[in-house]
Nanobody, 120 residues
């Protein structure tokens, strides 16, 4: 039904910036929300930020003021601008999309993940 393609991860020094992108494609009727999650070494996957179709956003407290989520709805694409990165932001970042497919059924899709490594 759908596919999520992520890009933008990499290695950066503490205090640096990265921008992640995630594009959704396939038989999508309407996207309800897209977001970013992360899973650090030895940790469970956690919410980083999410943006709803109406533009409302939600952030984990640890990234508020440093990360910004935005979306290009016409392109079914979500971005995560990450500034003032810290070593504790090191993780695999996963894109998530909750959408209605062309068959009018709800779907919850995950990207393959992109590694973000912040060196001290």
């Amino acid at each position: 039904q759908g596919q999520l393609v992520e890009s933008g991860g990499g290695l950066v020094q503490a205090g640096g910036s990265l921008r992640l992108s995630c594009a959704a494609s396939g038989s999508i009727f309407r996207i309800n929300a897209m977001g970013w999650y992360r899973q650090g070494p030895g940790k469970q996957r956690e919410l980083v930020a999410v943006i709803a179709s109406g533009g409302g956003t939600n952030y984990d407290d640890s990234v508020k003021g440093r990360f910004t989520i935005s979306a290009a709805h016409a392109k079914n694409t979500v971005y995560l601008q990450m500034n003032s990165l810290k070593p504790e932001d090191t993780a695999v970042y996963y894109c998530n999309a909750q959408y209605i497919g062309s068959d009018l059924r709800p779907y919850d899709y995950w990207g393959q993940g992109t590694q973000v490594t912040v060196s001290s």
